[in-house]
């Protein structure tokens, strides 16, 4: 079974700055997705990026970049220039894509990010 | 376009009481899936269903839980004689009926309240 760990339950950054995000993930599959997912006060689940395992280049969302290293199943978020409306728990999530019908998101246990103006 | 739509937004309920969360997937998508997130915890997989067919209900808890997707209507998750530990925010999200499709797209969630 897969899991994902984050390890910081809170992290803060002043606005204008940047901020990584922690994430590891444990799985035995060569091929699978991961994703960063935030959810602010509203508690609406908003996708921010997604990387495919089999791509090396990093993606890239406008501020948000991540940093995927595969052999050391590290896929950490990266936050440039932080904004208010940044501040959210934030959820990496992992998605198999080898077994037809296997196609359910493990969560991690979420980084709060707290923007200080 | 409209998003995946969940009701109520808000249920409260006593214990021992029967609880029905509802949701309606995006136009055309015919995958379902339900999660459960505990306070201060991140969601967890309940159920995977497709129309009429659960393909995969390995988080669902052996007893008291149900899941739906009819032909036609909304999904439809089932919580009988719920006790306090069922309190959660129940998201669903949808995908559409792709190979390789592999974003899913979240509902706002239903707060249940057992007291």
């Known amino acids: 079974a897969q899991t994902v760990t984050q390890s910081q339950p809170e992290m803060s950054v002043q606005e204008a700055e940047t901020v990584t995000l922690s994430c590891t993930y444990d799985?035995?599959?060569?091929?699978?997705?991961l994703f960063w997912y935030k959810q602010p006060p509203s508690r609406q689940m908003i996708l921010v990026i997604r990387q495919e395992a089999y791509k090396q280049q990093n993606a890239t969302e406008n501020r948000f970049s991540v940093n995927f290293q595969k052999a050391a199943k590290s896929f950490s978020l990266k936050i440039s220039d932080s904004q208010l409306g940044d501040a959210a728990m934030y959820f990496c999530a992992y998605r198999s894509v080898s077994n037809f019908g296997n196609e359910k998101l493990t969560f991690g246990t979420g980084t709060r990010l707290t923007i200080i103006p | 376009n409209a998003g995946v739509m969940q009701n109520p937004r808000h249920l409260v309920r006593r214990r021992g009481q029967e609880a029905r969360l509802r949701c309606s997937p995006m136009k055309g998508h015919s995958h379902v899936y339900w999660y459960r997130q505990l306070p201060e915890e991140g969601l967890k997989f309940m159920v995977y269903?497709?129309?009429?067919?659960?393909?995969?209900e390995s988080g669902m808890p052996k007893e008291r839980f149900s899941a739906e997707f009819p032909k036609e209507g909304p999904s439809i998750l089932r919580i009988q004689q719920v006790v306090r530990g069922d309190s959660a925010a129940y998201f669903c999200a949808s995908s559409p009926p792709l190979a390789g499709a592999y974003e899913q797209y979240f509902g706002p969630g239903t707060r249940l309240t057992v007291t």
């Open positions: 799985t035995s599959e060569s091929d699978y997705y």
């Open positions: 269903l497709q129309k009429e067919n659960i393909i995969d």
